[in-house]
Nanobody
């Protein structure tokens, strides 16, 4: 499996910005095919926020399109999520995810993002 370490969560006012970062470690990190961010709000299911493949194909949830930007550095095995124009409904625990050639997904421990209105 891949070990994923997130950073960058915190408290921000509505309309503000935050940047999340994720670093991948371990021998299996070289088999990563895509990296992404999911989030889970209290009482809700975990949902995709954005992901990006090795080739640069990107998907965004409709709710964040135009406000969030995902990026990767394949050589450094890192991924980032720039979040702008944050809304109260973006409040959640954000999890970094990696999909490898083994088909078994890896998850970080999560970082809390709180947006005050």
């Amino acid at each position: 499996q891949v070990q994923l370490v997130e950073s960058g969560g915190g408290l921000v006012q509505a309309g503000g910005s935050l940047r999340l970062s994720c670093a991948a470690f371990g021998r299996s990190a070289f088999s990563i095919r895509s990296m992404g961010w999911y989030r889970q709000a209290p009482g809700e299911q975990r949902e995709l926020v954005a992901d990006i493949t090795n080739g640069g194909t990107i998907r965004y949830a409709d709710s964040v399109t135009g406000r969030f930007t995902i990026a990767r550095d394949n050589a450094k095995m890192t991924a980032s999520l720039q979040m702008n124009s944050l809304k109260a409904e973006d409040t959640a625990v954000y999890y970094c995810n990696a999909a490898t050639s083994s088909g078994v997904p890896s998850w970080g421990k999560g970082t809390l993002v709180t947006v005050s209105s």
